[in-house]
T-cell receptor
Framework: SQQGEEDPQALSIQEGENATMNCSYK?????LQWYRQNSGRGLVHLIL?????REKHSGRLRVTLDTSKKSSSLLITASRAADTASYFC???????????FGKGTKLSVIP | DGGITQSPKYLFRKEGQNVTLSCEQN?????MYWYRQDPGQGLRLIYY???????QKGDIAEGYSVSREKKESFPLTVTSAQKNPTAFYLC?????????????FGPGTRLTVT
């Protein structure tokens, strides 16, 4: 069964705007990861946040984790056309070390 | 170049035929994974291997088989028993096998069965 669920399913913004995607999950986790997938390609790891962390930054990316609400958000600041892709959250936990992926948020950045 | 390669990029087969998808990595990673992705969907785990000569079923293993005879190779066979094999197949590897390890993905193989 899928653990993480991203919201919204699709997001369209203008270049330069910020993009926020959310991920909710059902059971306790050890780690949460975010990945990007360009159309028809493999996934690329963006950032990992552990259950005892609340916020992490990497370049234009900011990830937050609220374990009490079982949710995470990914913020991409000053978006570029090259950020157009699908973004997936992946969680472990619930007695398994394996990652469970959500269905993704499809981000379109309009130049 | 270090990374994961999958071949071929596109594969076409007739119904009833078995087909093997290749996955090779030169990252010296212990763990390897096979995922299936359907349009507009997330990834679903088919099989994973934590170490050579060992592998475990994932969430949707029925109709698939794997082998892990070498550390760098983890081929996936889609058998005729898989009821709906047309999909995008992704191979991944990680240095360890916990959820705290980043997974590196190959470019994928798009399989079409008619």
């Amino acid at each position: 069964s899928q653990q993480g669920e991203e919201d919204p399913q699709a997001l369209s913004i203008q270049e330069g705007e910020n993009a926020t995607m959310n991920c909710s999950y059902k059971t306790s986790i050890n780690n949460l990861q975010w990945y990007r997938q360009n159309s028809g390609r493999g996934l690329v790891h963006l950032i990992l946040i552990r259950s005892n962390e609340r916020e992490k930054h990497s370049g234009r990316l900011r990830v937050t984790l609220d374990t009490s609400k079982k949710s995470s958000s990914l913020l991409i600041t000053a978006s570029r056309a090259a950020d157009t892709a699908s973004y997936f959250c992946a969680t472990d936990g619930a007695g398994s070390y394996q990652l469970t992926f959500g269905k993704g948020t499809k981000l379109s950045v309009i130049p | 170049d270090g990374g994961i390669t999958q071949s071929p990029k596109y594969l076409f087969r007739k119904e009833g035929q078995n087909v093997t998808l290749s996955c090779e990595q030169n990252l010296n990673h212990d763990a390897m994974y096979w995922y299936r992705q359907d349009p507009g969907q997330g990834l679903r785990l088919i099989y994973y291997s934590q170490i050579v000569n060992d592998f475990q079923k994932g969430d949707i293993a029925e109709g698939y088989s794997v082998s892990r005879e070498k550390k760098e190779s983890f081929p996936l066979t889609v058998t005729s028993a898989q009821k709906n094999p047309t999909a995008f197949y992704l191979c991944a590897s990680s240095i360890g096998w916990t959820g705290g390890d980043e997974q590196y993905f190959g470019p994928g193989t798009r399989l079409t069965v008619t």
